[in-house]
Nanobody, 124 residues
Framework: QVQLVESGGGLVQPGGSLRLSCAASGSIVSVTAMAWDRQAPGKQRELVATITRSGSTAYADSVKGRFTISRDNAKNTVHLQMNSLKPEDSAVYYC??????????????????WGQGTQVTVSS
């Protein structure tokens, strides 16, 4: 069974920084694309940043120049460094990943997985 576990959320003042981390574990064969998205109360979920296995990245316009996504393929982890945070960045942040895993029967399965979410609150 594959799990994604996030950490690093919290309360920060406007202009501050936070670093989110997400670790994938289980019967993992390979992790391809990884990403972070977020959802604020009353708003649609927004894709924040993505990163391919080879390290190519893409960002939502709202976070370009302030957020940086990175990953460690050996540890199956993805990080989101968030700088110059604004109140409008407040949301629950979710990591997700496309993972190829080994099933109990020994076959391979490719699926998308999400973490449980971590709250980020930007407020003075």
């Amino acid at each position: 069974q594959v799990q994604l576990v996030e950490s690093g959320g919290g309360l920060v003042q406007p202009g501050g920084s936070l670093r989110l981390s997400c670790a994938a574990s289980g019967s993992i064969v390979s992790v391809t694309a990884m990403a972070w998205d977020r959802q604020a109360p009353g708003k649609q979920r927004e894709l924040v940043a993505t990163i391919t296995r080879s390290g190519s990245t893409a960002y939502a316009d709202s976070v370009k120049g302030r957020f940086t996504i990175s990953r460690d393929n050996a540890k199956n982890t993805v990080h989101l460094q968030m700088n110059s945070l604004k109140p409008e960045d407040s949301a629950v942040y979710y990591c997700n990943a496309h993972i190829i895993s080994r099933t109990d029967s020994g076959s391979y399965s490719a699926s998308d997985y999400w973490g449980q979410g971590t709250q980020v609150t930007v407020s003075s």
